[in-house]
Nanobody, 118 residues
Framework: QVQLVESGGGLVQAGGSLRLSCVASGRTSSSYSMGWFRQAPGKEREFVAVISWSRSTEYADSVKGRFIISRDNAKNTVYLQMNSLKPEDTAGYYC????????????WGQGTQVTVSS
């Protein structure tokens, strides 16, 4: 089992920045790919970014050039630096372990809310 705990969400004005963190505990493995997904009210959960054990990254087109995913294996932590935030980025952001952009892994965090005001 892997437990994931996100933090760093909040309220920010459009154009601002936030950094989300996700700390993994339990049966953690630096070989897991780690990803971020988000879900806005009334919408399906969607892929945001993923980073492999070798630190290769993929991004959704909607966040490419604005968001940066990174990981610190020594701290079992993955980060999502979000810049130039837009109101349409408003959503619950969820950390995921062990999956890919098209197939999330079995481990999810509880989520952290990001609200971007216009």
């Amino acid at each position: 089992q892997v437990q994931l705990v996100e933090s760093g969400g909040g309220l920010v004005q459009a154009g601002g920045s936030l950094r989300l963190s996700c700390v993994a505990s339990g049966r953690t493995s630096s070989s897991y790919s780690m990803g971020w997904f988000r879900q806005a009210p009334g919408k399906e959960r969607e892929f945001v970014a993923v980073i492999s054990w070798s630190r290769s990254t993929e991004y959704a087109d909607s966040v490419k050039g604005r968001f940066i995913i990174s990981r610190d294996n020594a701290k079992n932590t993955v980060y999502l630096q979000m810049n130039s935030l837009k109101p349409e980025d408003t959503a619950g952001y969820y950390c995921n372990a062990g999956g890919s952009r098209t197939k999330p892994g079995p481990y999810w965090g509880q989520g952290t809310q990001v609200t971007v005001s216009s």
